[in-house]
């Protein structure tokens, strides 16, 4: 089982970068890592996915500070208030987050940037190599009824897992301590905070539009999502 120090130095060795930005992730990293070494029971295969899974966030983590560290105008991009999608999940909230996303002016958070929000989309020349071949026409989703795309709309999970406080990890492997702390402990304004900092990084070089964002997971921490986004819409 890797520890935390493991993946992080395997982050810093793949990508050549050093800076992860703010500690404040080191306290999930640290709770998900021991609860998979303790708890999940994992065979090789689900370790191969899951540490993958660590290794990749760590590697974007690394590289959006590197771009902020390079161009520290990307600070100064202005959000415009979002919309946020919550509720119970298996409720219609991915049909109505694609339905919003036909609107032209408006942003959200595509399927294939959602887990690799670098390099921003503003600097690829061309055909985007994180868009996967074959997957660019609308295709049925997990029992054919839910709504899958390309380049439709994700949840803030994957955004939210740069700072290993994501309901995501509990979708990959049987953590009950990272769960309960997550629920019960966990201070989510780091990981808003970042979010925060991913879609200006998403936003910079392209014309402002509106965000429209959507997890149900955002129910369970909406004092946070207040303190970082205090002029939010909902619905």
């Known amino acids: 089982m890797a520890s935390p120090a493991d993946l992080m130095a395997a ?25 998979l070494a303790t ?20 590697a974007q983590r690394l590289q ?4 902020y560290g390079r161009r520290p105008e990307i600070d100064d991009v202005v959000l415009e208030p979002p919309l946020f999608g919550m509720g119970l999940p298996r409720t219609g909230s991915t049909a109505l987050s694609f339905l ?7 942003r959200y958070v595509r399927s294939w940037e959602a887990a690799q929000p670098c390099p921003p989309p503003s600097t690829v020349i061309g ?17 054919h009824h839910v709504p899958q795309d390309a380049h439709g709309p994700m949840e803030c999970l994957d955004l939210m897992a740069l700072d290993f406080k994501s309901q995501i990890f ?42 429209r964002l959507k997890s149900p997971a955002h129910v369970l921490s909406l004092d946070y999502l207040d303190r970082v986004f205090p002029t939010r819409n909902s619905l």
């Open 11 to 35: 982050a810093v060795e793949r990508t050549g970068l050093a800076d992860f930005g703010d500690d404040s992730f080191r306290e999930g990293l640290e709770i998900l890592t021991r609860a």
């Open 39 to 58: 708890e999940a029971r994992l065979n090789a295969r689900g370790e191969g996915f899951v540490y993958s899974r660590i290794g990749l966030h760590l």
């Open 64 to 67: 959006v500070e590197d771009w």
């Open 100 to 106: 919003l996303a036909q609107d032209p002016n408006v």
């Open 127 to 143: 055909d985007d190599p994180r868009i996967p071949v074959g997957e660019q026409k609308v295709v049925a989703g997990s029992g």
């Open 170 to 211: 509990q979708a990959y492997a049987q953590i009950p301590s990272y769960s309960a702390w997550l629920v019960d402990r966990a201070d989510f304004t780091s990981t808003y905070r970042y979010e925060r900092r991913v879609l200006k990084l998403l936003q910079w070089g392209q014309p402002p539009r509106p965000w």
